[in-house]
Nanobody, 129 residues
Framework: QVHLMESGGGSVPAGASLRLSCAAS????????MGWFRQAPGKEREAGAG????????YYHDSVKGRFTISQNNARTALYLEMNNLKAEDTAMYYC??????????????????????WGQGTQVTVSS
């Protein structure tokens, strides 16, 4: 079993920064790969960033590349998402997720939400323009 809990969301103006945190506990073999996803009202959940827990290789969706940075602590009990230069279109509920096994298949990042069995409750990020 894996337990994930997000924090750090809030309401900020465009151009601001926020740092999201995800506290992770439970079976480490089920969190080989972790990621941040987001879901805006009326839209499907989409991947933002991912990390292979052992080795620290990171992956980013084009929409956040260069603005967001995913990281983890050494104990592998926390996942972070540093978000800079926030835009109104970044407004969404942000979720932490975990999956067992690799982050990639054939070199392609597992960015489909359906491939992640473990999820937190989410933290809301609202960016005003």
């Amino acid at each position: 079993q894996v337990h994930l809990m997000e924090s750090g969301g809030g309401s900020v103006p465009a151009g601001a920064s926020l740092r999201l945190s995800c506290a992770a506990s439970g079976d480490t073999s089920n969190r080989d790969c972790m990621g941040w996803f987001r879901q805006a009202p009326g839209k499907e959940r989409e991947a933002g960033a991912g990390v292979r827990v052992l080795g620290g290789i990171t992956y980013y969706h084009d929409s956040v590349k260069g603005r967001f940075t995913i990281s983890q602590n050494n104990a592998r009990t926390a996942l972070y998402l540093e978000m800079n230069n926030l835009k109104a279109e970044d407004t969404a509920m942000y979720y932490c997720a975990a999956r067992p096994g690799p982050c990639t298949l054939g070199g392609v990042w597992y960015d489909a939400p359906s491939t992640y069995p473990y999820w937190g409750q989410g933290t809301q990020v609202t960016v005003s323009s």
